[in-house]
């Protein structure tokens, strides 16, 4: 009963973690009306790191399981974070939040993909949602403008590196210490941001005033409490079922682009999503009959040997 409780806390953080990203896309997208990808991200990952290193240190000094240094795994997150996120947040420009959050949620099929790269077998169903995905990628990107088209292949070279960054974290977090993880990685992603942002873009303090909310939403909210509460719930949940959970940020975008900025889908573009969207599901099922079958024969082999 306690393992069940564990799970069903862990996929609600989960839920929520997808509600606030899909909303952070309003808020990304907005930001890029004044400042640059970068920029952007250095000063959100910032202040989510801010936000989250009072309760780190607070909680350093408590007694448990020996963790290993959260430096060489929050360096190798951060980085892997870095590259998503720079991708997504400059393919924003480009597109619309709904877009963003549909091309973004095909991490659910890519996390099972990877898996190849693992040992591990895909099953059939995987690739039935892979060729739906790109299906729907097509419909969505056709049903747009040129620039729309660069956007969503940004975005969908960020979501490769999302789907990495999950299965990063589903096999570190159980090494090092869920905050200091996240705060580390935030920090990197912070640092890689602003490196990038002084060599590429300007900056000044009018344009940070006139950002100012979307820059605290995607901060605090987005970064300082979603990252963490996916950070803390991935010890409990499989990452091919987190990624599905997580991959519901689609609909919240959409939802979300359609009543801030008024953004309106083609039909094209509406069964698009909708081809995507079976994506995920399919790759979900396949996932989770794949698992069960997996545990069931483990049972038999316990039980005759």
């Known amino acids: 009963m306690s393992e069940r409780r564990g799970t069903l806390r862990a996929d609600l953080l989960l839920l929520v973690t997808a509600a606030i990203w899909g909303f952070a896309f309003v808020a990304q997208r ?14 959100r990952f910032a202040l989510g790191c801010l936000l989250l290193l009072p309760v780190a240190l607070r909680r350093s000094g408590e007694t448990g399981p020996r963790r290993r240094s959260p430096f060489i795994p929050g360096l190798m997150a951060g980085c892997v974070l870095f590259a998503g996120a720079s991708l997504q947040q400059t393919g924003l420009i480009y597109t619309s939040a709904a877009n963003a959050g549909f091309v973004t949620g095909l991490y659910v099929v890519f996390v099972p993909l990877l898996g190849l790269l693992r040992g591990r077998r895909t099953p059939r169903g995987i690739w039935f949602g892979a060729a739906a995905a790109a299906g729907g990628m097509f419909l969505l990107s056709s049903s747009g403008t040129t620039s729309m088209v660069t956007g969503d292949l940004l975005v969908l070279a960020g979501a490769v590196f999302w789907a990495i960054h999950i299965q990063m974290v589903s096999s570190l977090v159980h090494r090092t210490a869920a905050l200091k993880l996240a705060v580390t990685q935030f920090a990197v992603c912070s640092l890689l941001s602003l490196g990038a942002a002084l060599i590429t873009e300007e900056i000044s303090q009018e344009a940070i005033r006139a950002a100012a909310l979307p820059l605290l939403y995607g901060g605090f909210v987005s970064v300082g409490i979603a990252y963490t ?11 091919a079922h987190a990624a599905v959970i997580m991959s519901l940020e689609a609909l919240f975008a959409a939802i979300g682009g359609w009543l801030v900025l008024g953004e309106k889908l083609e039909p094209a573009g509406i069964a698009g999503c909708i081809l995507m969207f079976s994506a995920m599901m399919i790759s979900v099922i396949s996932s989770n009959r794949s698992r069960r079958g997996r545990g069931t024969q483990r049972r038999l082999f316990l039980y005759n040997h």
Request: net charge positive.
């Open 30 to 43: 907005a930001g890029m009306q004044h400042l640059g990808p970068f920029w952007f991200n250095a000063v």
């Open 229 to 239: 509460l996916q950070v803390v719930a991935q010890r409990k949940a499989h990452p």
